[in-house]
């Protein structure tokens, strides 16, 4: 029995306890009964993205997949699209964390020739109105109907065929590893080693790494401590 007016430490702790026990129990109820809603939607996510970047299929890639490793203990998933019994294209998602932010990640759709039917951005964590310009039609749609044996999959300050964000150099490299990365892993499923290209982010020295992102955050900051001087000197008047 718990003295109501004067609990011990011993009653306050087993009191806490059962709060928490029965607190852990509800969130692990509703838990349950979300978990197939949660999954359904996940999968109708996954097979939406993978419908907008493979040719037409009538299988379900997600339940006809295979692993590919590209070396340093990583491996990508390859989603095989078919139509009938013929493998009519291939999707694979490759990341890195050489994205002004960290880590992005793009999901590439290809011919079973390797030609890219189009890329989607999975994971973007970029500044908005600058590198997650990325996603957008205007750089992405440069990959569509590209393809990497015939074109340089690097942005044109790297020697490359792809036109970077302005002011988001890093953004676009990463971007554009990415789908270097995926093409390559297709490569070395099809067993085409010969047509691998050459995947880096582009960003060879100190110099050219990051000046367009550097050069417009000296703007911004030149911009604001040109506003902050000006309402010290409005203040002065006053």
């Known amino acids: 029995m718990i003295d109501k007016k004067n609990p011990t430490i011993l009653q306050m702790v087993l009191v806490l306890m059962l709060i928490a026990m029965i607190c852990t129990a509800g969130v692990a109820a509703v838990f349950k009964l979300t ?48 139509k009938g019994n013929e493998t009519v294209g291939y999707a694979i998602k490759a990341n890195n964390k050489k994205g002004y932010n960290g880590k992005v990640e793009v999901l590439v759709g290809f011919k079973p020739n390797g030609t890219i039917v189009k890329t989607s951005a999975t994971v973007l964590n970029e500044t908005p109105g600058l590198g997650s310009k990325a996603a957008e039609p205007k750089f992405a749609d440069q990959f569509k109907e590209l393809n990497p044996a015939e074109k340089e999959l690097q942005v044109t300050k790297d020697g490359g065929d792809i036109d ?3 002011a988001a150099t890093i953004t676009s490299r990463a971007y554009t590893l990415c789908v270097a990365t995926a093409y390559n892993a297709l490569q070395t499923y099809l067993g085409n080693d010969a047509a691998k290209i050459e995947a ?30 000006q309402n010290i000197d409005t203040n002065s008047v006053k």
């Open 164 to 166: 970077a964000i302005s």
């Open 35 to 82: 978990e197939d809603t949660i999954k359904e939607q996940a999968a109708n996510k996954e097979q939406k993205m993978l419908s907008e970047v493979l040719p037409e299929h009538d299988n379900d890639p997600t339940k006809d997949t295979v692993s590919i490793s590209i070396g340093n203990n990583k491996s990508v998933l390859c989603y095989i699209a078919k």
């Open 200 to 229: 880096n982010s582009g960003a060879t020295s100190s110099a050219n790494y990051n000046a367009d992102e550097r050069a417009f955050d000296s703007d911004t900051l030149q911009t604001n401590a040109d506003s902050l001087q």
